[in-house]
């Protein structure tokens, strides 16, 4: 029973794909050698055949023959008189070949070989596993969705590995079943306990870098760069390119006739809203393209404090901050820049409106700034907006822009 249990052990991991045939070999070759020295002392004398295809083994013993007398040492020497049990022709100084069987080495052996093969060769597998995903950083993953629970969802690769996707690193709008089939970037790879652990990511601009890979053999082939992404997963990115060949035009290879290219990537990230825009040195052109779709007026550049003032005409503004402010961080967080949006007064200016400086005495000055910061400027730009936006796109209490809107409401009365 005991040799048809280690020999089933020996053929459960003969299938391992993750270790090879060289390594798997001298692997068994010690956990045998190891058993052989416990027994006799030595292991030089034994020969290990293994057969990797059938999931079998044998241990040979070789012996010398000599009278029955001078045994020494019953491991290295045989007498005449055994050798001739074994074969009637076998001499003095002859050597004797005899397979050795599991069953002599007792129960307590076999378990305890079965046992270090087993913890042997699954410590090698783990090693292989994480050796392997290690080099697999930043490269997209498809897996099997397996089990999913509150903080996690636990992914099955094609050779059963399994893959980590933490909730915080899923799209908002992900949802998953069991059996559903996964994309995602592989972030972090560690040992924790003797166990690799793999971390995937929807939400990291690596993954939305590698699907426009995936998608524009321009970018694979290096005649297009991205040069920058940033974004909001599930919501909006903002994807800077470059072109390294004048006639390739990064932004419509990368859209694709119709929208053909990027339709697949905003279908995998759940609908996130992607512009493309096309990289230039010049920081200015940079700012306006990356505000797009609003169009700007004029840009006030202060290169020393990072910061730039975008003047819009006022039904321009609105595009240009986003919804809830979304379009202008990310704005600002592409360029590096702290992008103010202003309207341009001299542009459009209603004689009825009031500008936000004419309230210091009322309102504080910290507040008036930070109402300035999302591109109100003037008493009816506040008013246009409700509570609930001003809430959300402003660092301000309800309370406090509730009784702003009093007093802007006041000078109209």
């Known amino acids: 029973m005991e040799n048809v249990n280690l020999i089933d052990t020996f053929s459960e991991f003969k299938e391992l794909k ?36 059938k999931g079998d ?24 008189t055994e050798a001739k049990k074994i074969d009637e022709d076998y001499e003095v100084g002859e050597e004797v070949t005899d397979e050795v069987k599991l069953i002599d080495f007792g129960r307590r052996a076999v378990l305890s070989v079965r046992q270090n093969l087993t913890s042997r060769i699954l410590d090698l597998e783990k090693n292989n596993v994480f050796n392997k995903y290690k080099d697999k950083i930043g490269d997209i993953i498809t897996g099997e969705v397996y ?21 915080q690193e899923q799209i908002p709008s992900d949802y998953f079943h069991k059996g559903d089939m996964i994309r995602a ?78 339709h697949g990537i905003v279908r995998e990230l759940k609908n996130e809203n992607i512009d493309v825009i096309n990289f230039t040195n010049n920081i200015q052109l940079f700012i306006q393209r990356s505000l797009s ?52 007064t001299e542009e459009e200016e209603d004689d009825e409106d009031v500008k936000l400086e004419e309230f210091t005495d009322e309102i504080e000055d910290w507040v008036l700034k930070e109402l300035k910061s999302i591109g109100c400027d003037t008493a009816k730009s506040v008013l246009e907006l409700s509570i609930k936006d001003l809430v959300k796109r402003t660092d301000l209490e309800e309370e406090t822009i509730q009784d702003i809107i009093k007093i802007l409401n006041a000078e109209f009365e």
Do not use: H
Request: hydrophobic share 40%.
């Open 18 to 53: 993750n270790i090879d045939r060289t390594t798997m070999m001298s692997v068994l070759e010690d956990v045998f050698k190891s058993m052989l020295v416990k027994k006799f002392g030595s292991s030089d004398n034994f020969d290990i055949i293994i057969n990797i295809d």
């Open 57 to 80: 083994f044998e241990i040979w013993r070789n012996r010398e023959v000599v009278e029955d007398v001078e045994i020494e040492d019953t491991n290295l020497q045989i007498s005449l």
């Open 147 to 167: 089990q999913v629970w509150k903080r996690e969802i636990l992914i099955l690769d094609d050779e059963g590995n399994e893959l980590l996707l933490p909730k």
């Open 185 to 262: 970037v592989v972030v972090q790879v560690e040992m924790r306990n003797n166990t690799p652990i793999i971390i995937l990511s929807r939400t990291s601009p690596t993954f939305l870098e590698r699907l426009f890979e995936l998608e524009v053999p321009e970018i694979f082939d290096g005649l297009i760069t991205i040069k920058k992404i940033v974004r909001v997963p599930g919501e909006r990115a903002k994807v800077a390119v470059e072109s390294y060949d004048e006639r390739v035009d990064p932004v419509g290879a990368c859209v694709g006739m119709k929208g053909s290219r990027i």
């Open 293 to 344: 779709p609003a169009k700007i007026t004029s840009i006030k550049l202060k290169p020393d404090d990072m910061k730039a003032e975008v003047f819009l005409s006022p039904n321009e503004v609105s595009l240009a901050i986003g919804k809830g402010g979304l379009n202008i961080r990310l704005a600002s967080q592409l360029t590096g820049y702290e992008i103010d949006v202003y309207r341009d």
